[in-house]
């Protein structure tokens, strides 16, 4: 099973960029979809991007469509997710998760990596 973990997150002002990185190891990333996930204080964890095995596709939730961009490079076993334009709406820990599904299905998703808080001022 492929083990995670992410990185890149801090603190930042509103109308501000942030990029993650999500780091694979142990199996190929190439094997899997990948997927950033986000929950804040008191919410639920929402399912915000994903990209497919080659990078070919992408889904993103409505609220962050235009302002987000995920990619991947497999020859560095690395996801990245891309924040402009950052609202204090998107304070959050942000997990990176791995699937052997369907990059679409958020219930496909089971190996998680331990967050990384991004917190967006105003």
């Known amino acids: 099973q492929v083990q995670v973990a992410e990185s890149g997150g801090g603190l930042v002002q509103a109308g501000g960029s942030l990029s993650l990185s999500c780091a694979a190891s142990?199996?190929?990333?190439?094997?899997?979809?990948m997927g950033w996930f986000r929950q804040a204080p008191g919410k639920a964890r929402e399912f915000v991007t994903a990209i497919n095995w080659n990078g070919g596709l992408t889904w993103y939730v409505d609220s962050v469509k235009g302002r987000f961009t995920i990619s991947r490079d497999n020859a560095k076993n690395t996801i990245y997710l891309r924040m402009n334009d950052l609202t204090p709406e998107d304070t959050a820990v942000y997990y990176c998760?791995?699937?052997?599904?369907?990059?679409?299905?958020?219930?496909?998703?089971?190996?998680w990596g331990q967050g990384t808080q991004v917190t967006v001022s105003s």
């Open positions: 142990g199996r190929t990333a190439s094997d899997y979809a």
């Open positions: 998760a791995a699937s052997s599904h369907s990059y679409r299905d958020p219930r496909g998703y089971n190996s």
